[in-house]
């Protein structure tokens, strides 16, 4: 089933603790992206901060974006 980004927060470390449309909480490193394209300016820690819910994903103030099923497949689900 494809998952929908509800919430997101910028959390230590390059992480996002992401909120999906099936009630799972999980966390997702963002730190193997840093090296790439667009996400080099993520290494700005203020820029980094800036990810919000765009439509179904996520997005960032310079419009890097990630794909919501990337985001499910990559990221690891945290213990409510």
Do not use: H
């Amino acid at each position: 089933m494809y998952q929908i980004i509800k919430e997101v927060e910028p959390i230590s470390d390059y992480n996002l603790l992401l909120t999906f449309n099936n009630g799972e909480k999980r966390k997702f490193d963002v730190k193997p992206y840093l090296d790439l394209g667009i996400f080099k300016e993520l290494k700005d820690k203020k820029l980094f901060k800036t990810v919000k819910v765009s439509f179904d994903s996520i997005e960032w103030q310079n419009e890097a974006d990630i794909d919501p099923e990337v985001l499910y497949k990559d990221s690891i689900l945290i213990n409510s």
